[in-house]
T-cell receptor
Framework: SQTIHQWPATLVQPVGSPLSLECTVE??????LYWYRQAAGRGLQLLFY??????ISSEVPQNLSASRPQDRQFILSSKKLLLSDSGFYLC????????????FGPGTRLTVT | GENVEQHPSTLSVQEGDSAVIKCTYS??????FPWYKQELGKRPQLIID?????GEKKDQRIAVTLNKTAKHFSLHITETQPEDSAVYFC?????????FGTGTRLTIIP
């Protein structure tokens, strides 16, 4: 069966510091991968999605970037964090036998201080 | 791009009664409509979904209906239970991505 991992689970970072969040998927090949951000008590904002290695589509212009160095690995990065980057970051995958169904990882709760 | 509106934003229902959450979408090319349940501090969980070639789908106490002409779809939960309390999100799929509604906080009153 398929499994999606994210780490770290929680993170507290000062303003201006760099960020790297990692997401990996097991049990499927060539998944579509997504990064979402959820501010406290709010909805899901799509940040990036990828349909293959090295293929990244950005939905929101901001100080974040994404990379997909391997088929089942998706990384979210920032060179300098802003206070507004605080939130719950969720990775999701779709594809294989699941078709269009998207399944979310456990998330990373980021607090920028 | 796609725009999904969701109503109501909050809903309180007596235990055992039914709950209905409604969503509308703007892009007629959208062809897949999932619903997610998110408990406090947890990831969203897919609970039911429907494709554009189907008008209704049911899974035990939950059902989803889709009206393509009117571009709206609804989630129906019958015989509500305390564990149904959560935030529910609808979504529409088009152009390789999901667009989510703003969520409905459902509270089941014992």
């Amino acid at each position: 069966s398929q499994t999606i991992h994210q780490w770290p689970a929680t993170l507290v970072q000062p303003v201006g510091s760099p960020l790297s969040l990692e997401c990996t998927v097991e049990g499927t090949s060539n998944p579509n991968l997504y990064w979402y951000r959820q501010a406290a008590g709010r909805g899901l904002q799509l940040l990036f999605y990828s349909v293959g290695i090295g293929q990244i589509s950005s939905e929101v212009p901001q100080n974040l970037s994404a990379s997909r160095p391997q088929d089942r690995q998706f990384i979210l990065s920032s060179k300098k964090l802003l206070l507004s980057d605080s939130g719950f970051y969720l990775c999701a995958w779709s594809g294989g036998t699941g078709g269009l169904r998207q399944y979310f990882g456990p998330g990373t709760r980021l607090t920028v201080t | 791009g796609e725009n999904v509106e969701q109503h109501p934003s909050t809903l309180s229902v007596q235990e055992g009664d039914s709950a209905v959450i409604k969503c509308t979408y703007s892009d007629s090319a959208s062809n897949y409509f999932p619903w997610y349940k998110q408990e406090l501090g947890k990831r969203p969980q897919l609970i039911i979904d429907i494709r554009s070639n189907v008008g209704e789908k049911k899974d035990q106490r939950i059902a989803v209906t889709l009206n393509k002409t009117a571009k709206h779809f609804s989630l129906h939960i019958t015989e509500t239970q305390p564990e149904d309390s959560a935030v529910y999100f609808c979504a529409a799929f088009g152009n390789e991505k999901l667009t989510f509604g703003t969520g409905t906080r459902l509270t089941i009153i014992p």
